[in-house]
Nanobody, 128 residues
Framework: QVQLVESGGGSVQAGGSLRLTCAAS????????MGWVRQAPGKEREGVAT???????NYADSVKARFTIYVDNVKNTLWLQMDNLNPEDTATYYC??????????????????????WGQGTQVTVSS
């Protein structure tokens, strides 16, 4: 069965950086959309960033120019590099994945899409 395991969360001061890692197993690394979703206490789940199997990336406006998503299909690993963090970034971050029904339709891989597979989440706390 598909497993997504996140790591790399922690506590950091505002302006700092963290890199989240998602190790995927039993997930076919082709025709996919993979991404990161976060949820802060008392708030709704929020899409952060996605990467289409063909390389195209999509970001929420709130993280553009600060976060970078990237993937290694050989290592079955997804990362989220987060720079210039601020307290509003505090949340549990989830790795998520989906196999696309129409692989060439990159519009199915926007940052705010839903996913079928989820990791258990990793906590990111940013203090001011």
């Amino acid at each position: 069965q598909v497993q997504l395991v996140e790591s790399g969360g922690g506590s950091v001061q505002a302006g700092g950086s963290l890199r989240l890692t998602c190790a995927a197993s039993q997930f076919p690394m082709n025709d996919y959309c993979m991404g990161w979703v976060r949820q802060a206490p008392g708030k709704e789940r929020e899409g952060v960033a996605t990467v289409h199997w063909h390389g195209r990336k999509n970001y929420a406006d709130s993280v553009k120019a600060r976060f970078t998503i990237y993937v290694d299909n050989v290592k079955n690993t997804l990362w989220l590099q987060m720079d210039n963090l601020n307290p509003e970034d505090t949340a549990t971050y989830y790795c998520a994945a989906e196999t696309l029904q129409i692989p060439w339709d990159w519009s199915e891989c926007r940052f705010n899409r839903d996913f079928g597979y989820w990791g258990q989440g990793t906590q990111v706390t940013v203090s001011s």
